[in-house]
Structure formats: C-alpha cells, structure tokens
C-alpha cells in the first residue's frame, strides 16, 4: 500500500515568497530548476514521507479493525488533513509548473506527477463523502457473511461463513453443484448487492475529482500511469496474442467438467457456468486442478498435502518464501512477516473484524514494511506470499529514490514481480530442492500436468484481469449507465471468459462487480493483467541470465527454469526495481530483458507443449 491508494501525496508548507525574489515570473510562482532540485530534495522529501507514513499508519489501524469507528474517523481526519495540505500546496507552488520548462528529465517526471491532484482536488465535503463511501464498501465486502449450506437459516452473527477462511475453502474443496451455486449466489446477495448504490456516490464523485485534474474521467485517470496514449488498443492487441490459448483451455476443461458434472451442466452455448472453478470469481482455476488432470496416472504436484505433512506453520512458509529471494543475493524480506514488528500473517482470533484480502505495505520511513494476510497453510497461500514478498522486494530496492520515484515503473510491474519469483518456485525442480515435492518422476506426461497447473493459474486469470477494467471504464466514461451495469458485466464476462452465471441475474437487483474486493477497494484491476503478461518476459530473462534456459535449444523448455541461488539473475531484477518510476517502464522493461514492449511472446514460448497438447486434444473431441 502506498500513498497513491488514498491519491494523496503531501509536501512542505513553505511560503512561496521566499522563492519570489529569483523568479522570472514571480506571479506564477514557478521555481527555477535548481530551486525545485533544491526544494523536492530538503523540503517535500521528508514532508511527503512523513504524512505518507502517517496516513498508512492509520488505513492500517483500521483495515485491522473494521469495525472500530474511532479508528475509521481518525482514518477520515488524517486524509482530509492530508488533501487540504496538498492542495494548499499545489496552488501555491505545483499548479503552473511546465515540465517543459525543466531540461533535466528526473525532475520532467517529478513535475508531471506533481501536477496531479486526485482526489484532494474535492472540496472538503465531498472528499469525505467519498472517503466514508469507499470505507463503507469495504466494510461491506469484509464483514459479509453466508449461512453454510447445511444450515440456510442460520444465525449470521454466530454461525455465519466470512470469506476467508470459510467460503473460499468451500469453493475450493465442494465438487457438489448445488451448493456451490448456493454459496456463489449468496455470497453475491451479500457483499455486492448491498453497495450499489454507494457505488454510484463513488463514480459521481470519483470522476468529480478526475475532471477536476484535467482527466475526461476516473478511467482516464487510472489509465495514465502507464504512460502510453494507445493503452486501451495495447490491452486489446494483447489479449488477442492469447485468447487462441485461453480458448483452448477453456474447452479443454469445460469438457473435464461436463464428465464430472453431467447433466446438471449444459454448455451447448459454448458458455461455463461462474460457479464451478474452485474461486469465487472463477479467475483462476488452480483448485480444480485434481478434477481436470490431462494423466491422472503420471507424477502429480501436490504441494498442499506435503505441506501438512510436514507440519509447515504460516511462519515456516513465509521464511521458505525469504529464503528464496536472499538466494539471489536481494534484500532480506524478514522485516515484512515479523508479527513483533507490527505485521499480520494470520487471521485475528480475538475479535476483530479485519480486512483480509492481502496486501504488502510500505510506511515510508525506511524501516516499516508490513503485510497483512488471513494467511493458511496451503499451496495457494505460498504462492499469494510470494507475490506479497514481490512488493515488499520492489519497497526495498527503491527505497533510496525520491519520495515521487518510490513506485512500479507503472503498476503492473509491481504485481508482477513476487508472481516472477513464483514461477521459478512453482516448478517440479524447485520443489523437489525444497522438499515439498517427493517421487517425482520428470517425463512428458507429469510435464504437462505441471503445465497444466500453472496454466490453471495463469492463462486462466488473463480474461478476468482484462475484464475488470473494461467495465469500470465504461462505467466511469458513462458508456454504460447504472440500470445496465449488472447486464454489462455479464456480457464482458461472457465476451472474455466464455463465462455464464449459474442462476439467472437481473439490474437493478444484482450488482456482481462489487463483489469482489479491488471493485469494492477502488483498486484499479488492469496491473494484474499487465502483470500476467510482463512476468514471463521477467521469467525468460532471469532464466537466460541464470544460464537456465537457451532460446536457441529447444531441448530444454523455458517451464522448467529455476533461477533459484542465481545471483546473476538477482542482478538483473535488482538493476529494473532499484529504478523504481524514475524512468519511464519501457526503459525499465529494456535494462530488465532488453525488450521495450509489452509482449505475450514469453508466455506463449512458456506454454506452447501444453497449447500443442490441447489443441490435439480438443481436435479429438470434435471427432
Ligand atoms: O489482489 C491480489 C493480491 C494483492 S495485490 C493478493 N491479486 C489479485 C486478486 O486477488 O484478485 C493477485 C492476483 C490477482
Ligand atoms: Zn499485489
């Protein structure tokens, strides 16, 4: 978590007369170069990191208890503190700063991120309103509870079902469709359903703010951190190197499902329901692995089971997790799991309601990195502490930049790096280095069920991660108004997952987008898919700078890499984060793998057996 979730970054009070006598157009208040140099280095640096830590101190005080109101109005008191500050600041000395007045092109990049107020743009009244919106649906989101299939009617107060743990594990472990459609359904009524119409205060005013910064709306917004005004065509063009493969696992597994579920599942419209892929969302697939096993006779990965075997504590799985970054020679990442320190690894037992979705935090002094996460011991929740560990990794390596430099080269970078790391330690070979793979037999077959397994993860995710973000851009443009918003999402998942819901869904009853946490958070969705494509090209990159793979040598395919203890390759990711957005991603990407584009190349190369395996695979089946 950083600042920019709140979009506020706070700099000195100082008074702009002192700057008065040296300026050439002393009205504007503009600084000359030198003088802003002199200025973001001596004065905003220690002024923006101290209101960032503060303002983290308290969105942490209260995302680990909800339900203390005190701590939500101390929460609302600090970001309005902080957005008054902010914009007294940027009229005074940001607002007519040019970034083409400057020629160094550090301080060009520090300007134009200056110039851009979020939602401190708000007069005070609305910035609260939207602050106390955007609380409230979290709040809803985190504390919605089901009663548990066997017991419609129950108590929720005693025996209702939260999220995490409860309704997860059920999606994950139930092969039973009815109660998987019950619990799909209720968890619906429960969390989204309930902050419609908050949702319209949030994009009235959301886009208020954004229009207020010279932004057409929120979209827009969002969008400009990544810096390229073909964006939207970029994703697209994307999503269209990969749809062929995702389509192929789509089939391929519908089909697995059609001989577990029979009749109770029809998919002669080419559409799977919503409810069967082991997540609530169904935006990856990975729990349903057992049931769509290309050779169920072959060696299999099952983490999970050697976890409990060998009585792996949270604790055990974070320090594995560290373990596997300081072999690349990168920083200790101990700081961010260690409970004395202030961080939260497991669910509170005592009380609290908490917000558990999990998240990787920076207070901004240097020294507090914390994640939070309702963490259990389980194969899923390894891989989620790597990508944690992936944040607080990027924290530390440009914890030297300047406060406005102290970010992902854009925000995709920064859900890609743990998830980088989890490819390498998801592979047979690592896991049997680390013990929690034994009796593993290396052939075709188990080569393609590891495949496979990564796919269910990966290739699965990529329409969801795209999808996200087109409805709330379309939302935010008004290209679809609020008695549509519910019909709309359900034709961009079907568009892009080939998904339908399993119970029927109507406007304005229903609203499923809010349903899940980042909608709900006004977190913005499109770094995830940007992630899911930029981490096999990191992926190649390690591996050729680890000496593990050969572009050349098609013997050896890039799925099997394990840069573990390659210090060559710690190098080179250190050489891309050190960075931090000091440069624009493109020149970070280069430095990184030498390429300049967002490509699916890399992920392509990396599933091709299993794409070729599938293809043939579903030609059989129109036979
Ligand atoms: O939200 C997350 C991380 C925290 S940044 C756990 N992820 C997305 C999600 O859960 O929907 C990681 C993958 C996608
Ligand atoms: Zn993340």
Redesign the pocket.
């Known amino acids: 978590m950083s600042t920019d979730f709140l979009n506020i970054s706070i700099f000195k009070d100082v008074v702009c007369v002192i700057f008065v006598g040296m300026l050439a157009h002393p009205s504007k208040c503009a600084m000359t170069e030198d003088e802003l140099k002199d200025f973001l280095a001596n004065v905003y640096e220690k002024m923006a990191s101290d209101m960032c830590t503060r303002l983290n101190e308290a969105e942490w005080n209260y995302d680990t208890d909800i339900n203390n109101e005190e701590k939500q109005q101390i929460l609302l008191n600090v970001t309005l503190e902080a957005a008054a500050l902010q914009k007294d600041n940027w009229q005074k000395y940001f607002k007519d700063l040019n970034p083409d007045d400057y020629q160094d092109e550090e301080i060009k990049r520090q300007v134009k991120d200056l110039r851009i107020l979020g939602n401190a743009a708000l007069d005070e009244e609305k910035l609260s309103e939207l602050t106390t919106t955007t609380n409230s649906m979290t709040n809803i989101y985190s504390t919605a509870k089901i009663c548990p299939y066997t017991n419609i009617n129950c108590d929720l107060s005693k025996d209702g079902l939260s999220l995490e743990p409860g309704i997860e594990a059920v999606l994950a472990k139930s092969s039973d469709y009815d109660e998987l459609a019950y619990v799909w359904k209720t968890w619906r009524d429960a969390s989204g359903a309930k902050m419609r119409d908050l949702y319209k205060i949030y994009v009235d005013l959301s886009n208020e703010a954004a229009v207020a910064n010279d932004f057409k709306d929120k979209g827009e917004l969002w969008r400009d951190s990544y810096e390229s005004p073909t964006f939207i065509q970029d994703m697209d063009d994307l999503w269209s190197q990969v749809e062929p493969l995702y389509a192929e696992l789509h089939k391929y597994v519908g089909n697995k499902l059609k001989e577990v579920y029979g009749d109770k599942l029809d998919n002669s419209d080419g559409l799977l329901p919503a409810h069967i892929f082991g997540n609530m ?1 169904a ?1 990856e697939w990975n729990n349903i692995a057992q049931l769509v096993k290309p050779f169920p006779n072959a060696s299999k990965v099952d983490v999970d089971q050697a976890l409990i075997d060998q009585k792996y504590t949270v604790l055990d799985m974070f320090k594995t997790s560290d373990n596997f970054y300081q072999s690349m020679g990168l920083v200790p990442n101990d700081i961010c799991y260690n409970t004395s320190a202030g961080a939260m690894i497991e669910k509170p037992t005592d009380g609290r309601e908490v917000l558990c ?4 935090w920076d207070f901004c002094d240097g020294q507090n990195y914390r994640i939070k996460m309702c963490t259990e011991v389980n194969y899923e929740d390894f891989v ?1 502490i790597h ?2 560990m992936g ?1 607080i990794q990027y924290y530390l390596q440009y914890a030297e930049q300047p406060y406005n430099f102290r970010d992902g080269a854009n925000p995709g970078f920064h ?1 890609a790096i743990g998830d980088t790391i989890a490819l390498s330690v998801s592979t047979p070979k690592h896991l049997q280095k680390i013990n929690l793979l034994q009796d593993y037999e290396d052939n075709d077959e188990s080569s393609i069920n590891a495949l496979m397994d990564i796919a269910l993860q990966k290739v699965a ?1 990529l329409p969801f ?1 795209l999808l996200i973000d087109k409805w709330r851009w379309d939302v935010f443009s008004g290209a679809v108004t609020q008695d549509k918003w519910n019909s709309h999402w359900w034709e961009y998942r079907k568009q892009y997952q080939k998904l339908k819901p399993p119970v029927p869904r109507a406007d304005p009853r229903d609203f499923d987008p809010g349903a ?3 909608v709900a958070g006004d977190s913005q ?1 499109i770094a ?1 898919f940007v992630a899911h494509i930029v981490q096999f090209q990191f992926y190649r990159s390690l591996c050729i700078a680890a000496g593990e793979y050969n572009p050349d040598d098609k013997e050896v395919p890039l799925h099997k890499c394990d840069f573990y203890e390659s210090t060559a390759a710690g190098e080179k990711l250190k050489d891309g984060l050190s960075l931090g957005a000091s440069k624009h991603w493109s020149d970070v990407l280069e430095v990184m793998t030498e390429e300049r584009k967002l490509d699916a190349t890399a992920l392509l190369e990396y599933f091709e057996p299993l794409y070729n395996f599938l293809k043939e695979q579903n030609q059989k089946l129109k036979l």
Not at 357 to 360: K, L, Q, Y
């Open positions: 969302w935006q979705h999990a998240s990787a989620v990508h944690e944040h859900e995710f991660g899940k946490f980042h969705y995830y």
